[in-house]
């Protein structure tokens, strides 16, 4: 006889910050905050590279790559972090990872 696991998990559930509405909302706004500074900020640094002259030298370059790459990182993370933060949907599929 042989002992093997024949149980499958397809999800997995996510217990969050907190559990409390009121904190849950604070903690949306506040994180809902960062992420748009940080997608302004990184954008604002993106267009001031581009359009100034003066700014047109490899460190510049390197630092609005940079820049595109962490709006780009921030805006695949955090959108879903703040998605799965609300007390309805408690669990995630392993597939939406």
């Known amino acids: 006889m042989r002992g093997t696991n024949q149980s ?5 559930l996510l ?3 907190s559990r409390q509405p009121q904190q849950q909302q604070l903690l949306f706004l506040l994180f809902l905050s960062m992420y748009l500074a940080t997608v302004l900020g990184n954008l604002l640094l993106i267009l001031a590279v581009s ?3 003066r700014l047109h030298t490899p460190m510049y370059f390197f630092l609005g790559n940079l820049s595109f790459v962490d709006v780009c990182f921030s805006s695949t993370t955090t959108p879903k972090m703040l998605a799965t933060n609300f007390p309805r949907k408690s669990c995630m599929f392993f597939l939406l990872c």
Do not use: A, H
């Not at 499958?8 to 997995?12: D, M, N, Q, R």
């Open 8 to 12: 499958s998990v397809s999800e997995f």
């Open 15 to 17: 217990l969050g910050l």
């Open 51 to 53: 359009t100034d002259p």
